[in-house]
Each structure stands twice: as structure tokens, then as C-alpha cells.
Nanobody
Framework: QVQLVESGGGSVQAGDSLKLSCVAS????????MAWFRQAPGEDREFVAA????????NYADSVKGRFTISRDNAKNTVYLQMNSLKPEDTAVYFC?????????????????WGQGTQVTVSS
């Protein structure tokens, strides 16, 4: 089993930056594709970004391209999401997810392991 714990969320102003971290325990994640999803109140969970096992392949939602960057440090068993130029519409709970059977999937059902989420609130 893999346990995922997110951190780094908070309340910021529009235009600010935040860096989320997702630390894995229980097993190493170097065989896992990892992703970030988010869910705003009353909305479905939506894909944000994904990264392949080696970090050589990434996917981004159109809404965050050019502003967010996903990265990973397999030695630290950690995945990051650098979020720049934040907008009020980025407000959501952000979830880390991982799975060994995908490459850099964009669909929530492709991931079996999930963290509890961290709240990001962006005010205008």
C-alpha cells in the first residue's frame, strides 16, 4: 500500500504562487505515474497535471498550462506542483494521486492511490 500526504496549500491573493508537495510512504513511487487533481465545492474532481515514472513525460489541463509545473523527486518519494499566477478559479482542494499501471493518465479512475487533499484558496 502507498500512503500519500499533501501539503503546501493555503490562502493567497490572485497572482501569487504556491508549491504543493505530496510525500509518499509505504513503498517507493519510482514505479508510479503521479498526478494532481482538484475539486471545487459542488464540482466534479478535475485533472490538473500528471507526470510519468521517470518524469520524462507530463500532461497538463489546458486551464493550467504555462502556469503550473509538476515535478518529482523519486529519491525523496515526493511529487510537487508549482503553481504560479494563481487565479480565483484555481480555488479547490488539491489531491495527489498515483498508480503503477498508467503512464501520465488524465482520468481519476486510472489512479488507485489518493491523498486526503490540501485546500488552496485564491482571492481576487
Amino acid at each position: 500500500q502507498v500512503q500519500l500526504v499533501e501539503s503546501g496549500g493555503g490562502s493567497v491573493q490572485a497572482g501569487d504562487s504556491l508549491k504543493l508537495s505530496c510525500v509518499a510512504s509505504g513503498r517507493t513511487i519510482n514505479s508510479f505515474a503521479m498526478a494532481w487533481f482538484r475539486q471545487a465545492p459542488g464540482e466534479d474532481r478535475e485533472f490538473v497535471a500528471a507526470i510519468s515514472r521517470s518524469g520524462g513525460s507530463t500532461n497538463y489541463a489546458d486551464s493550467v498550462k504555462g502556469r503550473f509545473t509538476i515535478s518529482r523527486d523519486n529519491a525523496k518519494n515526493t511529487v510537487y506542483l508549482q503553481m504560479n499566477s494563481l487565479k480565483p478559479e484555481d480555488t479547490a482542494v488539491y489531491f495527489c494521486a498515483g498508480d503503477s499501471s498508467v503512464i501520465a493518465g488524465t482520468r481519476a479512475y486510472e489512479y488507485n492511490y489518493w491523498g486526503q487533499g490540501t485546500q488552496v484558496t485564491v482571492s481576487s
